[in-house]
T-cell receptor, first 115, second 113 residues
Framework: GAVVSQHPSWVICKSGTSVKIECRSL??????MFWYRQFPKQSLMLMAT?????????EQGVEKDKFLINHASLTLSTLTVTSAHPEDSSFYIC???????????FGNGTRLTVT | GEDVEQSLFLSVREGDSSVINCTYT??????LYWYKQEPGAGLQLLTY?????DMKQDQRLTVLLNKKDKHLSLRIADTQTGDSAIYFC?????????????FGKGTHLIIQP
């Protein structure tokens, strides 16, 4: 069964609003979670590394003020897309692993559409 | 060039074997993964292999690693219509919990009846 749960599965919002996406590890604690973005028919691009209890690490070119990440507990990380614009429409996927020697498991993704 | 490369499409007949190939450039890659993505869904971990292994088999799936050539392949025996999906090759230097993964662009597996 799924070990990483992501919510919501899809969301439609108006330009200028903010959207929060949740990522939960279901049966293990994850000090680190990862947020990816996938454009249609393209590969996954790592956006940021979410660290429990500390600031997230963002990849080059990803605006930290636009994509707010909070990793408040060992089983939950949230990604908030602030002041969303149509170009933020994409498929966002989170991932986590039990430990550094275990493979990454992915959530089912969130399809964001900004109108 | 790209860190991880894959062919974009592979077409096979139902019942035949599918072989999806992947090459990577980072000789420090220690963990190599295959993920499956069905339309509109997240990624499903199929299998992974450590760089000190040459082969790993799990039911219909066989992974072969040629570390010298930095070449990874995924063989799916007796391909079924349910295998139709995009398959991503990915690599990391450390375990998946320590850093993120670098993905290929994905190979779209098309099953012909």
């Amino acid at each position: 069964g799924a070990v990483v749960s992501q919510h919501p599965s899809w969301v439609i919002c108006k330009s200028g609003t903010s959207v929060k996406i949740e990522c939960r590890s279901l049966d293990f604690q994850a000090t680190t979670m990862f947020w990816y973005r996938q454009f249609p028919k393209q590969s996954l691009m790592l956006m940021a590394t979410s660290n429990e209890g500390s600031k997230a690490t963002y990849e080059q070119g990803v605006e930290k003020d636009k994509f707010l990440i909070n990793h408040a507990s060992l089983t939950l990380s949230t990604l908030t897309v602030t002041s969303a614009h149509p170009e933020d429409s994409s498929f966002y996927i989170c991932s986590a692993s039990r430990d550094s020697n275990s493979p990454l498991h992915f959530g089912n993704g969130t399809r964001l559409t900004v109108t | 060039g790209e860190d991880v490369e894959q062919s974009l499409f592979l077409s096979v007949r139902e019942g035949d074997s599918s072989v999806i190939n992947c090459t990577y450039t980072d000789s420090s890659s220690t963990y190599l993964y295959w993920y499956k993505q069905e339309p509109g869904a997240g990624l499903q971990l199929l299998t992974y292999i450590f760089s000190n292994m040459d082969m790993k088999q799990d039911q219909r799936l066989t992974v072969l690693l040629n570390k010298k050539d930095k070449h990874l392949s995924l063989r799916i025996a007796d391909t079924q219509t349910g295998d139709s999906a995009i398959y991503f090759c990915a690599e990391s230097i450390r375990g998946g919990g320590a850093d993120g993964l670098t993905f290929g662009k994905g190979t779209h597996l098309i099953i012909q009846p």
